[in-house]
């Protein structure tokens, strides 16, 4: 059992600062990718950016130049810094992570529970 737990999270105005960070917990073997998606009201959930256990990224294009992620893989842990926020970021972010709970365990893809941000003026 894996357990992933968002904090940072708050209402800030546009052209503010959030960072926010996760920390896995649990039986974990390995995790390969771990990172960011988030779920405005009334819309899909969708990647903001995520980063592999070798330091590869995929983000969205709406973030690129503005949201900058790190990992630490000793501590199973992954920040996002957000900078230049607009309101449009306004949504639940969420902690995700690809991993294992065995050497032989089939990889499943593991959710915090989701931490607000608003970005009003």
């Known amino acids: 059992q894996v357990q992933l737990v968002e904090s940072g999270g708050g209402l800030v105005q546009p052209g503010g600062s959030l960072r926010l960070s996760c920390a896995a917990s649990?039986?974990?073997?390995?995790?390969?990718?771990m990172g960011w998606y988030r779920q405005a009201p009334g819309k899909q959930r969708e990647l903001v950016v995520t980063?592999?256990?070798?330091?590869?990224?995929n983000s969205a294009d709406s973030v690129k130049g503005r949201f900058t992620i790190s990992r630490d893989n000793a501590k199973n842990t992954v920040n996002l810094q957000m900078n230049s926020l607009k309101p449009e970021d306004t949504a639940v972010y969420y902690c995700?992570?690809?991993?294992?709970?065995?050497?032989?365990?089939?990889?499943?893809?593991?959710w915090g529970q989701g931490t607000q941000v608003t970005v009003s003026s």
């Open positions: 649990g039986s974990i073997f390995s995790i390969n990718a």
């Open positions: 980063i592999t256990s070798g330091g590869s990224t």
């Open positions: 995700s992570a690809d991993g294992r709970v065995s050497r032989y365990s089939t990889p499943y893809t593991y």
